[in-house]
């Protein structure tokens, strides 16, 4: 819920746990600090503060804050003398400058998406706890060489800067899982052209809303030249957390046809407010995603519902298919980015979709680092594959078939990035189970 600045300043909110302000805010509210000894999430997003006092660092207590939509230029120096604040987002401001050592110890997650940024301070490498990243729609030209000894980082979003190189340090990084690369002059262009046909927005009449992602809104649609129900796309054109909605649609339409794809049909043209969007085939009503996102607390990790539970049987389905698509998706040069349980569709049968394209970046299959960009996804499916065993039926398991997933994902996620099977070798394995 969102609170008033006449209930902080009459005290009546003192105790609080979490605050969110959004009330046009121009300077920092002191009274803020009569919650220090309790206050542990602080959300000011949608204010017009640019800076924060010195006494901000009373704040002891705190462990998660928001400032998205503001007015900063500067990364505040003083969040560093703030012991336990482990999460930081400064979305959609205007931080030209990252000043050094200005990092709290416990930071764990960075989000400095939509920002100026034009370099990154060397104290970043200092940020050994550091499991999350997010710096797209920035104009980061280099990443410092530092941050080689963030060993704990497992997701990071670097679209839609100015890097020149994509550094080898960073596909060696023992626990990365989920990266964004794609909108920077040194990734890789898009494969080849696509002969995708496009359709008139007027030909298509929108039913209702399906969902909201981060670039875009899905919407049932009938068809009228064909009379059929299909699914369209709209993007929102804004760079997200993850990246560019253009990289979204273009790697959508690159990865092409597959069993575990859903089929793309077309193309928008001449959409009143100009937005691009893609026509998809539409998902029977029956199909739910196969987990939900993050919390604050998993950070990485996704988190499923009380009620969910699968066989031996369609764990190894759901295995199966995701080592299939992802090959061909490699062998394309994609990375899909964001391989994550959340992006997947399934039905009781376990027949099961990989979708959300928007972390995803082109690369050439040929460059040095080509095998270990493939390993870093690899990683991701690991991960996915042990947050499924948790809510597998361990009674559906043959003797020695849950040991077979065990060492499956110790294989996937092997510190040694290079020493992971491939895709299609984690295919092979799979045959056998």
Known sequence: MTHTLEALQSGQLIGLKRLKLACGLKTFPEDILKLADTLEILDLSGNDLSTLPDSFAQLKKLRILFFANNKFTV??????????????????????????DAFPPKLNWLILTDNKIKTLPKSLGQAVRLRKCALSGNKIEALPVEMANCVNLELLRISANHLKVIPNWLFKLPKLSWIAFGGNPAAQSIPGENNLESYNWDHFTIKTLIGEGASGFISHAHWEQKQEDVAIKVFKGAVTSDGLPEDEMDASIA???????????GKIKNHPDGKSALIMELIASNYSNLGNPPSLETCTRDVFDETSSFTASQLLKIAKGMASVSTQLHEKGINHGDFYAHNILINKTADCYLGDFGAASFYNVNWEIAPNIQRIEVRAFGCLLEDVLHVVNQDTFNDGQLNNWLKLIQECTKPEVIERPSFSEITEVLNTF
């Open 255 to 265: 990865a092409g046809n597959h069993k575990n794809l859903i089929p793309i049909l």
């Open 75 to 100: 990364f505040p120096s003083v969040l560093a003398r703030c012991p336990d604040l482990s999460m930081i987002g400064f979305k959609f401001n205007h931080i030209t400058t990252v000043p050094e």
